[in-house]
């Protein structure tokens, strides 16, 4: 007698929950001289393993490190808003 199985695959993670995965990671982060370090490490492994990776990874990863460099700006520099730019992107 044969018996057949049923595969069930997880769904892949959506660029949000990519997202939100990064930037718990660098939110950890206090400095920019760090982050960099960090950032310099996660491209070099990007590099070696680029064949595993997504697009979607490879966005949030940039995008989760960007933000995070523009949220230390804001720590270090009071009373310069660093994410004040993106309101405005709305209305153009």
Known sequence: ?????????PAPPTP?????GVRAQVNKITNR????????RESLGRL???LDRTDYETVAMDLAYGLRWLELNEEEVPGRPALEWLDGMADE
């Open 1 to 9: 007698m044969m018996y057949t199985a049923e595969l069930e695959f």
């Open 33 to 40: 001289a760090a982050l960099l370090e960090s950032y310099r």
């Open 16 to 20: 949000a929950d990519l997202l939100a």
């Open 48 to 50: 070696a393993t680029s």
